[in-house]
């Protein structure tokens, strides 16, 4: 699912604030003040000339608060340079914490129900799958690779600008066979347990729904009956579709090095990789743990994502 495509550009933008205003601060702490200093000494030199004159001609002056006044005058920062050196620690900060640790995301679509409902705010892991440089996404230390069963935000393999939200169904070598809404992964049925139908609050309609166990990973899943298990006309031409074999039943794709497939939770209302093929590993963005508000739920939807 499309998670709000305008936070694709959101990294850049604070890159780009946090490099001008770095700039400032570094101009500031390092050149400017020293020419506030030195132009606040040739005022008090002045001053203290004038000063020495006048006390000599036997008028009194009052030299310690016309003196601290003159220097403060001097020294103080421009406002532009003020806001600068307040707002650059702050968005530095912001930044490390969104493009090494964590960053929070908001689920703007159905396609993880019941997993993931539409207006959860979640927190993506950013390191669990390795360090990315921010921007170019480009991974600079190897970790630990995603696994069946994770919930994993990437890049949208059809428009880097978007970040997609699924769970991972396969990883590389693995092959995926569903057919008649159940998934085999390498020969191996996986298992289902049946659940009470899911009541969808927003739709009033209900689906048939199972808890899922991929690889020891159990989780909620909800189908729609007389839905197929994939729309084979909306298949999309994707690289190495050739791994992978349509029919009216379901399909079975081998997963390339390097990619993963994923799929949604709704599973009959999750555009995927049965339409649009692999992740690549270079598309990853983090794991998603955590949800941590829901403005419809406030206290209901916290908690971790399985």
């Known amino acids: 699912m499309n998670l709000q495509a305008v936070l694709s550009?959101?990294?850049?933008?604070?890159?780009?604030?946090?490099v001008v205003t770095g700039v400032i601060w570094f101009l500031d702490v390092f050149y400017l003040a020293k020419q506030r200093r030195a132009a606040?000494?040739?005022?008090?030199?002045?001053?203290?000339?004038?000063?020495a004159k006048l006390t000599a001609d036997g008028i009194k002056v009052d030299n310690?608060?016309?003196?601290?006044?003159?220097?403060?005058?001097?020294?103080?920062?421009?406002?532009?340079?003020?806001?600068?050196?307040?707002?650059?620690?702050?968005i530095a900060l912001v930044f490390f914490l969104r493009s090494f640790l964590y960053?929070?995301?908001?689920?703007?679509?159905?396609?993880?129900?019941?997993?993931?409902?539409v207006g959860d705010l979640i927190l993506v892991n950013k390191f669990t799958y390795g360090v990315?440089?921010?921007?170019?996404?480009k991974k600079v230390i190897e970790l630990n690779d995603p696994q069946r069963g994770d919930v994993m935000v990437f890049k949208y393999p059809r428009d880097m600008s978007q970040d997609y939200i699924k769970r991972v169904i396969g990883v590389p070598g693995d092959k995926i066979t569903y057919e008649n809404k159940k998934l085999t992964v390498n020969g191996k049925a996986i298992a289902y347990a049946p659940l009470d139908d899911y009541l969808n609050e927003d739709s009033l309609q209900y689906s048939k729904q199972a808890k899922e166990n991929l690889s020891g990973v159990e989780h909620r899943i909800i189908?729609?009956?007389?839905?197929?298990?994939?729309?084979?006309?909306?298949?999309m031409d994707f690289p190495h579709s050739e791994a992978c074999s349509y029919r009216s039943e379901g399909f079975t794709c081998?997963?390339?090095?390097?990619?993963?497939?994923?799929m949604g939770d709704?599973?009959?209302?999750?555009?995927?990789?049965?339409?649009?093929?692999?992740?690549p590993d270079k598309n990853i963005v983090g794991k998603a743990f955590f949800v941590w508000m829901n403005l419809s739920n406030p206290l209901k939807r916290i908690g971790s994502i399985q």
């Open 254 to 262: 081998v997963v390339p090095a390097g990619n993963y497939f994923m």
């Open 40 to 51: 606040a000494d040739r005022a008090l030199a002045e001053y203290d000339a004038r000063t």
């Open 132 to 137: 990315r440089l921010p921007i170019i996404n």
């Open 266 to 279: 709704n599973r009959d209302n999750s555009l995927d990789s049965r339409y649009w093929g692999f992740v």
């Open 103 to 117: 960053e929070p995301f908001k689920i703007p679509s159905s396609s993880m129900v019941p997993t993931l409902l």
């Open 223 to 235: 189908a729609t009956e007389g839905a197929p298990s994939v729309n084979v006309p909306q298949v």
């Open 64 to 90: 310690a608060a016309n003196r601290a006044g003159i220097e403060a005058a001097q020294l103080r920062q421009p406002t532009w340079i003020e806001y600068s050196g307040s707002f650059f620690p702050v």
């Open 9 to 18: 550009n959101f990294a850049l933008i604070l890159f780009i604030l946090m």
